[in-house]
């Protein structure tokens, strides 16, 4: 069945937080978890094997530190230290997401130690196309005094890390389930988005350019270690680790004695093992080096985090996990940011083969119309974690690409038995595989085609995305998505207003931006109040522009037009609108507000209604004290309504 991303957010265990709370305010009482209890059953019975469990006690950060907060001086990858857990690979992820604030806040929302604390908190994970909410009680396991698992770091006052990690565990059944596991599988959990794997030794892509253009593209960047002799994580003699996950978080052409080097930056989640190798911390390299920017790009601190030689990088990582909400082209050696489309079907597959006819009930029917160039069709099968066989290695279900044939095109929804003979041509793909996804890249060239599942011994509900890469048109052809603001501009709205319209829409067809539109945009961006915007304003503004754009084109129908009632899934995959969602009579007020009577949406509407959503969200956000209301005075509501 076709799938809605609309859906509602899903409380896992049929646990709803405010109830909860609320019952545990008016009590006076802490929040317990049943569901999680603090018992070796949640650890799980093998994780601490080696470990003497009698000094083991479950404690709340109110009883670990004088004052805990939840988040303190915001979100960072430093917050994070991995601990007995193998659970690097997932957060290698989650360092990777701090580098996306906005989109983070989706998964942490607001939550403190102060307002309204009952010692319950809440976390959401994408599972299977839907958000899925886990509330958790804050017990924390303690062995001899220290943390079993992610320790907290600023002198052990921040929790995020560990009541996220400990809701993660609560999702996967046990902390134990944790301990070892996919990059991808925790990329996809904490985004809803797809996982392009780039082998650095093979792939024709420029590794310095590839992680350059995919950080503009606001992707989450990790990568891994090969294993090593033995099955475990081990520190070798060069400082890194082996079977381990890191961060990618940066790359840059750094000038050295001899010319230029091209570096990148990685985050070890352990905290306190880094590279031990050329341009490590405080390393000859750095010290001779003569860039300018020398003092900017790093400090000699025992963080996790380093620099290397991209040629060092290649030679001891194996693989690039880049996830966006859709997947990544790397053509001519470039990492290319196209548009794809997407569809989505949720489903059952049970046991058989082809020859049983049961593929019958497990297909999927979908139409390449355009020839493109690299691969231009993504089929990606997501389950959800109770389907993951943990003595297992092998997926749950296997899947084959067909192309049909004129004969059988005329079928809409099935194909029969017959097509599925043992001698038809199977289209073979490059196969990603994890433990609860299992995707594959096609070239495929114009046609009709069909998705055929099969599962292995036990029924499984899955979810099957399709993306599509679609051709190069008027519509986007001369778009640029990686433009930079020029440095050292200030301007006002007319100024603002023949940059947009010569240099964003370029290559873009509809209406270009108004006067008052750029006024407008002025007003929501202009911080001191002086009808300008300064070239910090700006690129912040720019920022937000690239990436609407984005959204314009992925989201446009195949006739090119942008319908409003796309409006919401504009909303929900807008990064600087993490959090922010819309009801329905809202979308009906705003498709009238920022549609045409055709029911369209042009680019510099579209930019205006993102725009505004985040500035009133975040206002109501300022200005409440309760987060149910405000209260204004007349002037305030004019100044409030009136400029911005």
Known sequence: MAYNQSNPIIKYNGQDFYSLRDRCLSRGQLFED???????????????????????????????????????????????????????????????????????????????????????????????????????DDRLPILDRRYLFVNTRRDNQEFWPC??????????????????????????????????????????????LTVQAAARAGSLITCATPSGVSELATRLQNGLVSQHAYTVTGAEQVQCQRGWEDLIRLWNPWGNTEWQGPWKDGSVEWQESRDPRKDQLYQDKEDGEFWMSVRDFQEN??????????????????????????????????????ADGLWRDTQFLFSVSDSTRGDNTVVSFTIMPQYVNTENDKFPLSFEVFKVDPQFQHFREKLPRTFFSPYRNIIKGIVSKTKCNLTKCFHLSPGTYVVAASARKESVEFLIRIFLKMPVSYGSSDTNFNLKPVKGLDMDPTELQNLLNHELLRGLSGDLFSLDQCRGIVALMDVKV????????????????????????????????????????????????????????????MALRYGDSAGTVTFPSLVCFLMRLEAMAKAFRTLSKDRKGVYLTEMEWMNLVMYS
């Open 34 to 136: 049943d569901t999680f209890p603090p018992t070796l059953t949640s650890i799980g019975p093998k994780l601490l094997m080696r470990e003497n469990l009698s000094g083991l006690e479950w404690k709340r950060p109110h009883d670990l530190a004088k004052k805990p907060h939840f988040i303190l001086e915001g979100v960072s990858r430093f917050d994070i230290q991995q601990g007995m857990a193998g659970d690097c690979w997932f957060l290698a992820a989650l360092g990777s997401l701090t580098q996306n604030p906005e989109y983070l806040q989706k998964i942490l929302m607001e939550q403190s130690f102060s307002h309204q604390y009952a010692g319950i908190f809440r976390f959401r994970f994408w599972q299977c196309g839907q958000w899925v909410e886990v509330v958790v």
């Open 530 to 589: 002086n009808g300008r915007l300064d070239p910090e304003e700006f690129s912040r503004l720019w920022s937000r522009l690239v990436h609407c754009q984005s959204v314009f084109q992925n989201f446009q129908r195949s006739s090119g037009v942008f319908r409003s009632s796309d409006l919401w899934k504009a909303v929900e995959t807008t990064e600087f609108l993490a959090g922010v969602s819309m009801h329905s009579e809202l979308q009906d007020l």
């Open 163 to 208: 009541l996220l990690e400990k809701a993660y565990a609560k999702l996967r059944g046990s902390y134990l389930n944790l301990h070892y596991g996919y990059l991808p599988d925790a990329l996809v959990d904490l985004t809803g988005g797809v996982v392009t794997s780039i082998d650095v030794n093979t792939s024709p892509a420029d590794v310095l």
């Open 317 to 354: 990582f194996s693989c690039l996990y880049i996830c966006n909400k859709v997947p990544i082209s790397v053509e001519d050696g470039n990492l290319v940011c196209t548009r794809w489309s997407q569809m989505m079907f949720k489903g059952c597959v049970t046991p058989g083969s082809p």
